[in-house]
């Protein structure tokens, strides 16, 4: 492909992103994915430079563009070499008019951008969101220890703060390693290895992980427990809740139960551990302003209205999951979003609401104490953004 071309097949798949933005549709990774499956004269190169200018074209624009040729109209104001290619050449962009509006730059929609200024998330931080994301993975201390990993790849440089974690160069192909094929690494990020840290789990513990997806923060807490105890992973979702059993296999990992919840109705499948766990894990749904570095696209697609049905959410999943503690038991809650009313105000309102609960100190070296829990974000702590506070319940 022509550069022309590279920044024209952009521009295309840019407005499928706005308009998949607009109505509810795929992520904008799935999007380029589906793009390329019908264009086989696209070689990796390609691929790579088309990717490249779609997510720069993204994270510059925090309100909606107008359309794709807007959003990249706004990038070449940075960018003059890519201005220069639209000359009208066969696949290339047309030439810029006068009258062409480009999109503005930003961080987020404006009423995102004063909600996280509210939450306290300065501009230095705003901008780190929309950063790239590095390539971390946590060695599974099940299978290996972090030399072991190490001495596979050399590249790999210890996380400070996550003992069993490794930053890898950014394209490492670390899923297609014999590593990851024998369960020994699992790729998660620095921030997602701290906030199952912060749990404390011991071996021998009964978990309930609440919202466990397909088991990232699960497959923690078991290394961690060093696959003894229980875990009951539950989720609404059954395709995710899917993927758990062979992650577990992969892993060793032979302690985790999965159990399907059905929506509003999650506390049937619950009955007979009401009361029992020595720590529940809510990793609850979220807005997911933490994760811009990896979705960018992501802050085109909240709402305030989709903002506040979380909120609600996550307050009922917080009294769900109090409901399973046993007295002198502990509650993990994370969001990886920075946002208050996800975070510190969830955990505010729960307290006022729950006698007999008190917010734990979380012992980990990093984060930034926000009201009763700690916030880790892409700036301080080289993470993707996330709030977490430990609750007990007394005896
Ligand atoms: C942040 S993700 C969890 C990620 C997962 N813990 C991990 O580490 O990979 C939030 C999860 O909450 C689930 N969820 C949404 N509504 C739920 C509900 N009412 N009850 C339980 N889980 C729910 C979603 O399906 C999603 O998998």
Redesign the pocket.
């Known amino acids: 492909m022509t550069p022309g071309a590279r920044v024209q097949a952009a521009i295309e798949i840019l407005d499928q992103v706005i308009t998949a933005a607009r109505e509810g549709g795929a992520a904008a990774d799935t999007l380029a994915q589906r793009y390329f499956a019908t264009r086989r004269y696209a070689g990796s190169k390609d691929r790579r430079a088309v990717r490249e200018l779609l997510y720069d074209a993204i994270r510059r624009a925090g309100e909606l563009p107008a359309s794709g040729r807007a959003a990249m109209l706004g990038l070449t104001e940075d960018r003059p070499d890519i201005a220069a290619l639209f000359d009208g050449e066969p696949h290339a962009p047309a030439p810029i008019g006068q009258d062409e509006t480009p999109a503005p730059a930003g961080t987020a929609p404006g009423w995102l951008a004063d909600r996280l200024t509210q939450s306290g998330v300065d501009a230095a931080t705003q901008a780190a969101l929309l950063g790239r994301a590095p390539l971390d993975i946590r060695v599974n201390r099940l299978k290996a220890s972090r030399d072991d990993v190490m001495a596979a790849w050399p590249d790999a440089e210890p996380l400070p703060h996550a003992p069993d974690g490794l930053r890898l160069p950014t394209g490492a192909a670390i899923e297609n390693s014999a590593e990851y094929a024998q369960g020994l690494v699992e790729v998660q990020d620095h921030g997602?290895q701290l906030v199952s840290l912060a749990a404390a789990v011991s071996p021998g513990a009964n978990v309930i992980?609440?919202?466990?997806?397909?088991?990232?923060?699960?497959l923690a807490l078991a290394a961690a427990m060093e696959d003894h105890g229980h875990i009951i992973a539950?989720?609404?979702?059954r395709g995710?809740l899917q993927r758990l059993p062979p992650r577990a296999g992969r892993a060793g990992v032979s302690i985790v139960e999965t159990r399907l919840?059905d929506?509003g109705r999650?506390a049937a499948a619950l009955g007979d551990v009401v009361g029992a766990a020595d720590l529940v894990l809510i990793?609850?749904?979220?807005s997911g302003t933490g994760t811009w570095r990896r979705n960018p696209e992501a802050r085109w697609r909240l709402t305030p209205e989709r903002l506040a049905r979380l909120v609600a959410?996550q307050a009922r999943?917080l009294d769900l999951g109090a409901s399973l503690v046993r007295p002198g038991g502990t509650l993990t809650y994370i969001v990886?979003s920075l946002l208050d009313e996800e975070g510190a105000d969830r955990i505010a309102d729960f307290l006022s609401r729950h006698d007999g609960w008190k917010a734990e100190t979380i012992d980990l070296a990093v984060g930034t104490p926000r009201g009763a829990g700690l916030r880790l974000d892409p700036y301080r702590d080289s993470t993707d953004g996330f709030f977490v506070a430990k609750l007990g319940r007394s005896c």
């Open positions: 997602s992980d609440l919202c466990a997806g397909g088991g990232g923060k699960t539950t989720d609404t979702d995710r919840l929506p999650e990793d609850a749904p979220c959410l999943l990886c």
